[in-house]
């Protein structure tokens, strides 16, 4: 999953790629690269972003979708908001994925309009408003505790009739470095054996931080956790350098011969 910021203020890439010539160019390179899903975000989620309204998302994502549906007809686009409406009008626009990092929780009809539109929903772990998203919990047993909102989740979805979920652990939201590092290790106990699992750790401040070196620069690093997660079972990479992590999955593909 290649990801495509439409937004002037993202972290790593703000304002590279929020005109439509640049977005088209760069979704380009991401399918060349390697990418199958292109992951659209009109609005940034970084500590102390702009927040946008639901109106403003789908303004700024424009003609953006069916443009790049038309161009790149065997993309797969992922939509990433927590609004129902964006969602709706994303589906009228051709996306294939709803990513939601609120796992529903900012938005009380998100769950519906998975329902409605019968997309694939990816579920993310993350602390329960808005406001709080990045506030450091220290929690007792991370996994546990991932595992426990997932359960949830999940049955909440599935009642709604939203069968093709995807789990997503919630890199980069709320958690300490320590935690991070203990989901890495413990990757092969998320999601029940039963959900697909997605893994988005690029350019993540836990990895960069740490290691006293700026997110462009976490390369190879990021590269050996990849390989860490693909071995215990995840399914999909949500990342900004995709030529990379695509050699990084053919490494593991040849090494296990499972894909």
Same mark, same amino acid.
């Given at each position: *999953?290649?990801?495509?910021?439409?937004?002037?203020?993202?972290?790593?890439?703000?304002?590279?790629?929020?005109? +439509?010539?640049?977005? !088209?160019?760069?979704?380009?390179?991401?399918?060349?690269?390697?990418?199958?899903?292109?992951?659209?975000?009109?609005?940034?989620?970084?500590?102390?972003?702009?927040?946008?309204?639901?109106? &403003?998302?789908?303004?700024?994502?424009?003609? *953006?979708?069916?443009?790049?549906?038309? &161009?790149?007809?065997?993309?797969?686009?992922?939509?990433?908001?927590?609004?129902?409406?964006?969602?709706?009008?994303?589906?009228? &626009?051709?996306?294939? !994925?709803?990513?939601?990092?609120?796992?529903?929780?900012?938005?009380?009809?998100?769950?519906?309009?998975?329902?409605?539109?019968?997309?694939?929903?990816?579920? =993310?772990?993350?602390?329960?408003?808005?406001?709080?998203?990045? +506030?450091?919990?220290?929690?007792?047993?991370?996994?546990?505790?991932?595992?426990?909102?997932?359960?949830?989740?999940?049955?909440?979805?599935?009642?709604?009739?939203?069968?093709?979920?995807?789990?997503?652990?919630?890199?980069?939201?709320?958690?300490?470095?320590?935690?991070? *590092?203990? =989901?890495?290790?413990?990757?092969?106990?998320?999601?029940? &054996?039963?959900?697909?699992?997605?893994?988005?750790?690029?350019?993540?401040?836990?990895?960069?931080?740490? !290691?006293?070196?700026?997110?462009?620069?976490?390369?190879?690093?990021?590269?050996?956790?990849?390989?860490?997660?693909?071995?215990?079972?995840?399914?999909? !990479?949500?990342?900004?350098?995709?030529? +990379?992590?695509?050699?990084?999955?053919?490494?593991?593909?040849?090494?296990?011969?499972?894909?």
């Amino acid at each position: *999953m290649g990801i495509l910021n439409l937004t002037p203020d993202s972290f790593s890439d703000g304002g590279k790629f929020n005109s +439509e010539k640049a977005a !088209l160019e760069h979704a380009g390179k991401l399918l060349k690269d390697g990418a199958e899903i292109i992951d659209i975000g009109p609005q940034s989620t970084r500590p102390n972003a702009d927040f946008l309204s639901c109106k &403003e998302e789908i303004q700024r994502i424009g003609k *953006m979708i069916s443009q790049i549906k038309k &161009e790149f007809p065997e993309a797969l686009i992922s939509l990433d908001t927590f609004y129902a409406e964006t969602v709706k009008f994303g589906f009228n &626009e051709g996306i294939d !994925l709803i990513n939601d990092i609120s796992g529903g929780q900012y938005d009380d009809q998100m769950f519906d309009a998975a329902a409605e539109t019968k997309l694939p929903y990816i579920l =993310m772990h993350v602390n329960p408003s808005y406001d709080t998203m990045h +506030e450091k919990v220290k929690f007792e047993d991370i996994t546990l505790e991932v595992n426990r909102y997932f359960s949830k989740k999940t049955n909440e979805l599935l009642e709604k009739g939203v069968k093709d979920i995807i789990l997503d652990p919630g890199f980069g939201f709320g958690k300490t470095v320590e935690d991070q *590092m203990k =989901m890495i290790g413990e990757t092969q106990y998320f999601g029940f &054996e039963k959900f697909p699992l997605l893994i988005g750790i690029s350019r993540k401040s836990f990895i960069y931080k740490p !290691l006293r070196k700026s997110p462009l620069d976490i390369s190879e690093e990021t590269q050996k956790l990849h390989m860490k997660v693909l071995e215990q079972g995840a399914k999909i !990479l949500r990342v900004h350098d995709v030529a +990379e992590t695509a050699v990084t999955i053919n490494e593991f593909c040849e090494k296990n011969k499972k894909w």
